[in-house]
């Protein structure tokens, strides 16, 4: 049983900074490509950004690129979001995932996703 679970989150304004931050337990996933997604009101989950379990590829929404930096430490099973230049459309419900699967055409869908966390709630005010 693989959890996932983030921390972080929280009410900034306008041009500040965050960083999430997502803790694996229950087994190893060393090898699994884990992603940050997020989830407005109202709207659908979208991709937000991804990193290869080496650290060696990273991908980015465009919305993201520039502002937001994924990383992780395999040795703590932790993976990070470190976002900056905040702006009151990233307000939503940030989710960690993990998937397995080798390719990297599918990082950007959430379907291709094994484990989800529960969610950290970002709230940016202008």
């Known amino acids: 049983q693989v959890q996932l679970v983030e921390s972080g989150g929280g009410l900034v304004q306008a041009g500040e900074a965050l960083r999430l931050s997502c803790a694996a337990s229950g087994r190893t996933l060393i090898t699994y490509t884990m992603g940050w997604f997020r989830q407005a009101p109202g709207k659908e989950r979208e991709f937000v950004a991804a990193?290869?379990?080496?650290?060696?590829?990273?991908y980015y929404s465009d919305s993201a690129k520039g502002r937001f930096t994924i990383s992780r430490d395999n040795a703590k099973s932790t993976t990070y979001l470190q976002m900056t230049s905040l702006k009151p459309e990233d307000t939503a419900v940030y989710y960690c995932a993990a998937t397995s699967a080798p390719y990297s055409s599918i990082v950007y869908y959430a379907r291709s996703y094994d484990y989800w966390g529960q969610g950290t709630q970002v709230t940016v005010s202008s």
């Open positions: 990193i290869c379990w080496s650290g060696g590829r990273t």
